[in-house]
């Protein structure tokens, strides 16, 4: 082989160095990429939820139903819970105040 051959063999090894170096490093940074973006999906199947209970919540103190359940759960189950127990305990009857 003369001179011009291996002028041409070297500078085709060196490109093809070069280009298997910035392969390499293109997969790293993009593996690397890859777990960033798994992790974004995460929390943001976690903020999803999140909202979907906010929502359910605000939904229900704001619906005339759910301000009605509310009441009902605070207020008149207690009461009606001790009637309950007072009845059970005088035998069922129903006493007159």
Same mark, same amino acid.
């Given at each position: 082989?003369?001179?011009?051959?291996?002028?041409?063999?070297?500078? $085709?090894?060196?490109?093809?160095?070069?280009? $298997?170096?910035?392969?390499? @490093?293109?997969?790293?940074? $993009?593996l690397d990429?890859?777990?960033?973006?798994?992790k974004v999906?995460?929390?943001?199947?976690?903020?999803?939820?999140?909202?979907?209970?906010?929502?359910? &919540?605000? !939904?229900?103190?704001?619906?005339?139903?759910?301000? @009605?359940?509310?009441? @009902?759960?605070?207020?008149? &189950?207690?009461?009606?819970?001790?009637?309950?127990?007072?009845?059970?305990k005088d035998?069922?009857? !129903?006493?007159?105040?």
């Amino acid at each position: 082989m003369n001179v011009a051959e291996w002028i041409i063999v070297a500078i $085709l090894s060196m490109t093809l160095l070069l280009f $298997l170096i910035l392969g390499i @490093v293109l997969i790293i940074r $993009l593996l690397d990429l890859s777990k960033e973006v798994k992790k974004v999906v995460i929390e943001g199947q976690d903020i999803a939820k999140n909202t979907n209970g906010i929502v359910t &919540n605000v !939904k229900g103190m704001t619906s005339i139903g759910g301000t @009605v359940e509310m009441f @009902v759960d605070r207020y008149i &189950n207690p009461k009606l819970k001790e009637k309950i127990k007072e009845r059970k305990k005088d035998g069922g009857e !129903k006493r007159e105040k």
